[in-house]
């Protein structure tokens, strides 16, 4: 047994020193997955921010309005543009989606008229067709900010009223859903193409066919590559938290630790589709048009890159027996929702059935050429 254990340590040194030595393998399992939390992470950051792009075409004089464009140019939920002094000028931007709407402010914007002791007025706001919900929303924006307004001039009482009540519970972000499902699509790189394109090469060079001439057995290498997965993964791992947390702030709820357990087993799950793909295929030609039928369906179906419940409901019931269905499920539920490992029995039981079907189709279909 001794013997085993050492030809096990001898072989994850060999195969981690391999993965750092290889500078495409590198980029796969650790830049790659970076490259799409930026590009996420920067998309979803500020995504809790609603804004418009708007410009103000101010044609009166009035000492309000000058005010209104000022305090509006200082709001975060409206962008002006401020060199659009003109409604053409906005119309030409607003036919290329550059702007939202246009805010126009008519000449007796703002003026006293005779009778009142108060100003007033009605802006006009101008908008396109293809942008008729951003301008809905717009409209409720400056309603209520004129109501606020009107407030100050003119008593009113509201019959009807609306009151707020803040659950004392945590929902997802729109960053921390989308932190889950990257962490998924890492799981993907480094589990599955990682073997899948090593294997094939192996077997090209002859190297696989000489290890089979020796005691080695197949589940020594097998453990071997989950072992080194794992260590390549806890480093892979790391650095994306460390990213996200430093860039993005990314809130965990759950524990670290329990965690750091499940990603493991997500390695460990993905892993075993890598180890049959690649063991099973004789080259790349034979490995990629496979992997592709397997992986696909997983990374668009999954909740890898968008809620699955905006599927229809049957492709919702199909997809949770996906392999990388609860593996993506359980994270969101540990790092959001602070769930512990005993919280998430049925993904873990269906990962555990996972396990069982990947690996023992993998020790049926590797050839070692």
């Known amino acids: 047994m001794k013997k085993s254990l050492f030809t096990v340590a001898t072989f994850v040194r060999i195969n981690t020193k391999r993965f750092f030595r290889d500078k495409l393998a590198i980029f796969f399992s650790v830049i790659f997955p970076l490259i799409f939390l930026f ?3 920067s998309i979803n950051s500020g995504s809790s921010n609603v804004s418009f792009n708007v410009a103000i075409i101010n044609k009166s004089d009035s000492t309000f309005a000058a005010e209104f464009v000022k305090t509006s140019q200082a709001s975060s939920v409206l962008k002006v543009d401020k060199d659009i002094t003109s409604l053409d000028a906005a119309k030409q931007k607003m036919s290329v989606s550059q702007l939202d709407a246009a805010i126009v402010l008519p000449k007796d914007f703002g003026t006293v008229k005779d009778g009142q002791s108060y100003p007033s007025g009605q802006a006009e706001l101008v908008y396109t067709q293809n942008n008729q919900s951003s301008a809905s929303a717009l409209r409720s924006v400056l309603n209520t900010e004129f109501t606020g307004i009107n407030s100050k001039f003119v008593d009113t009482a509201a019959p009807f009223t609306v009151t707020s009540t803040e659950l004392n519970e945590r929902s997802l972000s729109a960053f921390d859903y989308t932190f889950a499902g990257l962490l998924g ?13 090593v294997f094939p090469e192996l077997k090209k060079m002859g190297i696989l066919r000489r290890l089979s001439t020796t005691p080695l057995r197949v589940w020594q290498y097998f453990l071997s590559t989950m072992i080194g997965q794992a260590i390549i993964g806890v480093v892979s791992f790391a650095i994306m938290f460390l990213v996200a947390i ?5 809130q965990v709820v759950g524990n670290y630790f329990e965690l750091a357990v499940f990603l493991l087993i997500g390695v460990v799950t993905m892993l075993g589709i890598g180890l049959a793909l690649g063991g099973w295929a004789k080259n790349e030609r034979q490995a990629a048009p496979l992997s592709n039928i397997i992986v696909f369906p997983m990374m668009f179906l999954s909740g890898t890159f968008f809620p699955r419940f905006l599927m229809p409901e ?3 019931n199909v997809s949770t027996f996906l392999p990388l269905t609860p593996i993506i499920d359980g994270i969101r539920m540990i790092a959001t929702e602070g769930k512990h490992l005993i919280d998430i029995g049925p993904q873990l039981g269906l990962i555990g059935i996972w396990i069982v079907i990947i690996y023992v189709v993998a020790f049926r279909v590797f050839r070692w050429e």
């Open 314 to 316: 049957w492709l919702q």
């Open 246 to 250: 430093l860039v993005f702030h990314l």
């Open 39 to 41: 590009v996420f992470g």
């Open 185 to 197: 699509f890492s799981l993907i790189g480094m589990g599955i193409f990682g073997p899948m394109n």
